[in-house]
């Protein structure tokens, strides 16, 4: 995957005016580089993602990845857990993201089960899963449509199955969102991006990438069914729960 990746340059010269954040070609031909210079910790979350994946998945089962982008959390996954200890699929909606995870797939872990399909996981049909992860998607998504998305994921769970659910946040208390917010361009910065790339892609992000507050997060995930989650871990201001039906 990451010999097709190339550098995030995307918001690096001047734009007179910066359009709305798309996965489009251009994201998707740097994306790799993009996620990992842009959301602390994302590779810790994909090699705990497998560990969660050893305690709690039935062998065999079905795990869904929704948002999968490139398919990162499926190759994780097929890269520590053996060919028949899971089906996956990847759901999408860019096209562009699609076929190259696909392709990905293809070239990386043919011996696994691995499936990616174009689809909005607002209206997907789900079919019973073990693990579903949503790792930084929900985001994503009209802030009135969130509920009702967890809601379909409690009911597409098997008994005992979990839910992985990564996101940016935002905290309740200004000062000290102002203080996350800050130190998380400290590290934009530290990982090579320039201010105008920060500002340009913060404005592009705008009523795009809404985040919830943490607890809106457990919120929504108990109004969904979820009798307990837990926030397994935070960086800054980025989170990920882990949510659980009952056995
Ligand atoms: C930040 S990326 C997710 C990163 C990915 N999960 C990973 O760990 O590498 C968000 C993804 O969600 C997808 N997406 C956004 N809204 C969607 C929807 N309604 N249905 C399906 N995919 C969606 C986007 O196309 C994008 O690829
Ligand atoms: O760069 C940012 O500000 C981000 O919020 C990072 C973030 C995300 O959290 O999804 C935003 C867009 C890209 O998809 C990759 C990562």
Same mark, same amino acid.
């Given at each position: 995957?990451?010999?097709?990746?190339?550098?995030?340059?995307?918001?690096?010269?001047?734009?007179?005016?910066?359009?709305?954040?798309?996965?489009?070609?251009?994201?998707?031909?740097?994306? $790799? +580089?993009?996620?990992?210079?842009?959301?602390?910790? %994302?590779?810790?979350?994909?090699?705990? #993602?497998?560990?969660?994946?050893?305690?709690? #998945?039935?062998?065999?089962?079905?795990?869904?990845?929704?948002?999968? @982008? !490139?398919?990162?959390?499926? !190759?994780?996954?097929?890269?520590?857990?053996?060919?028949?200890?899971?089906?996956?699929?990847?759901?999408?909606? @860019? $096209?562009?993201?699609?076929?190259?995870?696909?392709?990905?797939?293809?070239?990386?872990?043919? +011996?696994?089960?691995?499936?990616?399909?174009?689809?909005?996981?607002?209206? !997907?049909?789900?079919?019973?899963?073990?693990?579903?992860?949503?790792?930084?998607?929900?985001?994503?998504?009209?802030?009135?449509?969130?509920?009702?998305?967890?809601?379909?994921? %409690?009911?597409?769970?098997?008994?005992?199955? /979990? !839910?992985? #659910?990564?996101?940016?946040?935002? +905290?309740?208390?200004?000062?000290?969102?102002?203080?996350?917010?800050?130190? %998380?361009? +400290?590290?934009?910065?530290?990982?090579?991006?320039?201010?105008?790339?920060?500002?340009?892609?913060?404005?592009?992000?705008?009523?795009?990438?809404?985040?919830?507050?943490?607890?809106?997060?457990?919120?929504?995930?108990?109004?969904?069914?979820?009798?307990?989650? /837990?926030?397994?871990?935070?960086?800054?201001?980025?989170?990920?729960?882990?949510?659980?039906?009952?056995?």
């Amino acid at each position: 995957m990451s010999d097709a990746s190339y550098r995030d340059a995307i918001f690096s010269t001047p734009l007179d005016r910066v359009a709305r954040f798309s996965f489009d070609e251009k994201v998707v031909a740097c994306f $790799p +580089d993009m996620i990992r210079r842009s959301v602390p910790g %994302y590779g810790q979350i994909l090699g705990m #993602l497998s560990l969660i994946a050893q305690r709690h #998945l039935r062998h065999g089962a079905h795990v869904y990845d929704l948002g999968c @982008s !490139l398919g990162a959390s499926g !190759l994780a996954l097929a890269g520590t857990l053996e060919p028949d200890a899971f089906r996956y699929t990847g759901i999408d909606l @860019s $096209p562009a993201m699609v076929s190259q995870a696909r392709q990905t797939f293809l070239v990386e872990c043919s +011996d696994h089960a691995m499936q990616v399909e174009e689809a909005d996981i607002r209206t !997907l049909e789900y079919a019973p899963s073990g693990l579903i992860i949503l790792n930084f998607t929900l985001q994503f998504l009209p802030a009135a449509d969130r509920d009702a998305l967890l809601a379909k994921l %409690y009911a597409a769970l098997e008994p005992g199955g /979990v !839910l992985i #659910l990564s996101e940016k946040t935002v +905290d309740a208390d200004e000062r000290d969102n102002a203080w996350r917010v800050e130190r %998380y361009h +400290d590290f934009k910065r530290a990982n090579g991006y320039s201010d105008l790339e920060i500002s340009q892609k913060r404005t592009a992000l705008e009523n795009v990438l809404v985040p919830d507050t943490l607890d809106a997060l457990h919120g929504r995930l108990a109004k969904a069914g979820f009798p307990r989650s /837990v926030t397994w871990f935070q960086y800054l201001n980025f989170a990920s729960l882990i949510a659980f039906k009952e056995g």
